[in-house]
């Protein structure tokens, strides 16, 4: 079928001006033609390669929260966490898990169960007013009185939940506070 149209159109792809003989012609040539088409295919395989590393980066959470069975990779992104504190938690035995050969997989009720325990009254403490100044001692009065090194100091208030208060730039710690620490430990050694 001949065709004697004669349409002026501009190509798409260099956007200069030619005669068309069909309605349909987009190009003026077939160099312009290639280009777009390898224009399209480079273009095509770039969104497709945005929409991996978006499913890469936020996978289907929806997937994740109906599966009974997760591994640690889903978990983490499950629960917007590290995979390092989820092992962390396995090593402490604070969370169950199976292993399959190599793969570590967790129950979804037992994430949902830790996540989920209510804060004990007994194991928030009351808030302590500070005792003032005559009833507390420094750090470095503690370390001169009782010949302990900082670190050892600082490891012994924070394992017995014993509070510091600052005032200024000075820690303060309750007299009687280090004084059952370093009367204990005077009885041990009876």
Known sequence: MSSKIEITRICECCKNE?????????????????????????????????????KAKNPNLEVIKTKDYID???ASN??????????????????????????TVLRRCDLDAFFSIPLEESMLRP??????????????????????????LYMLIQRRGITKYSVGKFNYVAKRDINIIFNAREDEKD
């Not at 190009?27 to 390669?49: G, H, N, P, V, W």
């Open 78 to 103: 499950l629960l917007g966490i590290s995979r390092r504190t989820i092992y962390r938690l396995i090593e402490r035995g604070e969370l169950d898990i199976a292993k399959f050969g190599t793969r």
């Open 127 to 152: 808030v302590q007013e500070f005792p003032g100044l005559e009833n507390c001692y420094t750090i470095t009065q503690i370390q001169q009185k009782f010949g302990i090194s900082p670190g050892a």
């Open 18 to 54: 030619f005669t068309a003989r069909t309605t349909k012609t987009l190009y003026c040539s077939l160099k312009c033609s290639s280009r777009a088409y390898k224009s399209r295919t480079r273009q095509s395989k770039i969104d497709q390669s945005n929409k991996e590393t978006e």
């Open 72 to 74: 640690v990779k889903m």
